[in-house]
């Protein structure tokens, strides 16, 4: 099977500047989730999507994050306007049902200068 | 809140010997599941092993098998036969069952494996 694709591999944008980052999870999975991971630390999670609801965003910063899964399937994270802090990789992942094990894509590195 | 601590920032190993790497975690829930997941530069988390709480029996997953103390709720990890290819960052991963489906990661362990 296919595993979860993430898109772009790498970013690097200016301060104030909008970024997107778009995730397509494996087929049949229903929930989703996206992670921040700072350097030289464990993932951190930012939201998580069971279908199109997002039943979990408590830790994701409003003010300046936003993330959508319209149809269930794919998802887009966005930060507008970025800081130089947002500077990480954002990982996406997916699982099938409650337990199972996440499976995560390859990440985005975004850069901020 | 379920907290997952890995006191061990690097690790070192030689090759063809064994190594153990610690994890500890906090939570007041009965029923979950333990993870480490296997991180290497590619960014990608792979899937080392998993443990369900309800089973005593220890996971072993080829070279891979873990250690799993419910009461004294520790989760460690032995690599046996290290080899070069099992350089990487190592996480420890809780994950509740019913009241919290979320994944929680520890901060990881470096794994070296020298020639």
């Known amino acids: 099977e296919a595993g979860v694709v993430q898109s772009p591999r790498y970013k690097i944008i200016e301060k104030k500047q909008p970024v997107a980052f778009w995730c397509n999870p494996i087929s049949g999975h229903n929930t989703l989730y996206w992670y921040l991971q700072n350097l030289g630390q464990g993932p951190e999670l930012l939201i998580r999507?069971?279908?199109?609801?997002?039943?979990?965003d408590s830790q994701l910063p409003k003010d300046r994050f936003s993330a959508e899964r319209l149809k269930g399937v794919d998802s887009t994270l966005k930060i507008q306007p970025a800081e130089l802090g947002d500077s990480a990789v954002y990982l996406c992942?997916?699982?099938?049902?409650?337990?199972?094990?996440?499976?995560f894509g390859n990440g985005t590195r975004l850069t901020v200068t | 809140a379920q907290t997952v601590t890995q006191s061990q920032p690097e690790m070192s190993v030689q090759e063809a010997e064994t190594v153990t790497l610690s994890c500890t975690y906090d939570?007041?829930?009965?029923?979950?599941?333990l993870f480490w997941y296997k991180q290497p530069p590619s960014r990608q988390m792979i899937l080392v092993i998993r443990?369900?709480?309800?089973?005593?029996q220890n996971a072993t997953e080829n070279r891979f098998s873990v250690n799993f103390q419910k009461a004294a709720k520790s989760f460690s990890l032995k690599i046996s036969d290290s080899q070069l290819g099992d350089a990487a960052m190592y996480f420890c991963a809780y994950r509740g069952l019913y009241n919290n489906n979320d994944m929680r990661f520890g901060a990881g362990t470096r794994l070296t494996v020298k020639p």
């Open positions: 939570t007041s829930e009965s029923d979950y599941y």
């Open positions: 443990q369900e709480a309800y089973k005593q």
């Open positions: 999507y069971e279908n199109e609801e997002a039943v979990d």
């Open positions: 992942a997916s699982s099938e049902r409650a337990g199972s094990p996440l499976h």
